[in-house]
Each structure stands twice: as C-alpha cells, then as structure tokens.
C-alpha cells in the first residue's frame, strides 16, 4: 500500500463537535474501545514517571484523523524497553509515538484495513515532523 507523502506538517485539533467519530475512524468501529486503551497503555509503559493518564487530544490532517496526544503536560520522558529508546519529547510527538506503537501492535491482532491505513499515513506524516528523528528512534 502507498501512501502519498504528507507535505505540510501542521496537524489541526480535532474540534469538539467531531471528537465521538474520530477513534471509530482512525481505528474502524469494531477495535476503537480496544484501541483507545492499547495508546493509553503504550503511553504509561514508555513513560512511566510522566504520564499519569488524563485528557487526550485528537488531531487530523486534511480532516483525516492522525494521532492522539496527552494533553495534560508538554514534555515527557520517553524510556522504552520496546526500542531502547530514551529520550525527552513533546506531548504531540508522545502521542504519535504511543498512537504508533498502538497501530501496529493492534495489526498483529486483528484483520483491519483501518489499522493498516491509520499507521501509514502516520508514519508519513511523521517523516516531517519536527521531533521526527525521536519518533523513529523511539519505535525502531
């Protein structure tokens, strides 16, 4: 599958008013409660002197949903016993991390081409991220 490149870096907030469809669109209606979890679970495992649950953002690109982020701090620690990764990161680049890892690990699991689609286009999008070389260092 290919997947166009993502020129513009700049993921939008999801407004309030959209919030309830964006896990049944990035994750497909039948996974979105597993889903939910396994980002949140991710999140507390590779920061796990930083994170401490919370409100969660939602952000889209060209209103396609992208990735969920904490919201309640802007810095976290990341130390992966996934990757070896450590390192300090902003809540966005956090959230895909965690949305990353969440995407592929629920792949494995369940037949879905939401979850397929929902990481490459992340993964795109991530490639110009600012914080791009701790995103790849963080889930290789």
Same mark, same amino acid.
């Given at each position: 599958?290919t997947t166009?490149?993502?020129e513009?870096?700049?993921? +939008?907030?999801?407004?309030?008013a959209?919030r309830?469809m964006?896990?049944? +669109?990035?994750?497909g209606p ?5 889903a939910?979890? /396994?980002?949140?679970?991710f999140?507390?495992? @590779?920061c796990?002197?930083?994170? $401490?649950?919370?409100f969660?953002?939602?952000?889209e690109y060209e $209103?396609?949903?992208?990735?969920m982020?904490?919201?309640? /701090?802007?810095?976290?620690?990341i130390?992966? %016993?996934? +990757? $070896?990764?450590q $390192? %300090?990161?902003?809540a ?7 949305? @990353? ?5 629920l792949s494995?699991r369940h037949q879905?081409d939401? @979850?397929?689609?929902g990481?490459e286009?992340?993964?795109t999008y991530s ?14």
């Amino acid at each position: 599958m290919t997947t166009p490149s993502i020129e513009s870096h700049h993921a +939008t907030l999801v407004p309030d008013a959209r919030r309830e469809m964006f896990l049944p +669109t990035l994750f497909g209606p039948r996974l979105l409660i597993i889903a939910e979890n /396994t980002v949140y679970t991710f999140m507390e495992r @590779l920061c796990p002197r930083d994170y $401490g649950g919370g409100f969660w953002n939602f952000y889209e690109y060209e $209103g396609g949903p992208l990735f969920m982020a904490p919201a309640s /701090t802007s810095r976290f620690r990341i130390e992966s %016993d996934i +990757t $070896g990764y450590q $390192g %300090d990161v902003s809540a966005e680049a956090g959230g895909i991390i965690a949305t @990353l890892f969440a995407l592929s690990h629920l792949s494995f699991r369940h037949q879905s081409d939401d @979850l397929g689609r929902g990481y490459e286009r992340l993964r795109t999008y991530s490639d110009g991220h600012p914080e791009a070389s701790a995103i790849f260092q963080a889930i290789d």
